[in-house]
């Protein structure tokens, strides 16, 4: 968990205009290994952020991930980010099974619209479960 914690932190420091978050924003615009969905690099990083967050991921890290999502979003421009939010959510156990796609669209448009980083955060936290403090759920996979 640890690690996962310094990555994010890292994540969210490696944007631009860093040179190390213009080489990140390449990495990620890049299309997928052909064994992939039809999903980017960075709508497959989302995802599993996002299934991460709803299933096995701690409460606390919230923080840490929509820190770097935010940055992200900030960083690469709402279109990039736009983008890569949608593919991720159009896989069906995204962020977590059940949930309908007009739901997940709804979430998409408050993450989209939100001004500041604690709406964003809010609206994070409701698309993957609103998990309580020290709660983790198990994947069904």
Do not use: Y
């Not at 860093?18 to 497959?44: D, E, I, N, T, W």
């Not at 299933?55 to 421009?77: C, E, F, V």
């Amino acid at each position: 968990v640890a690690g996962l914690r310094q990555a994010l932190v890292l994540l969210r420091l490696a944007v631009p205009p860093s040179p190390l978050g213009s080489l990140v924003h390449v990495a990620l615009s890049q299309p997928a290994p052909p064994s992939a969905a039809a999903c980017s690099q960075g709508g497959a990083i989302f995802a599993r952020v996002l299934v991460s967050l709803s299933t096995w991921m701690p409460s606390w890290l919230l923080g840490d991930a929509a820190s770097s999502l935010w940055a992200m979003r900030n960083g690469h421009g709402p279109a990039e980010f736009g983008r890569w939010l949608h593919e991720a959510l159009a896989h069906a156990d995204v962020p977590r099974p059940g949930l309908s796609a007009e739901a997940k669209m709804a979430f998409a448009k408050q993450l989209l619209d939100a001004t500041a980083w604690s709406a964003f955060k809010a609206a994070l936290k409701q698309l993957c479960g609103g998990k309580k403090r020290g709660e983790r759920r198990v994947s069904s996979d």
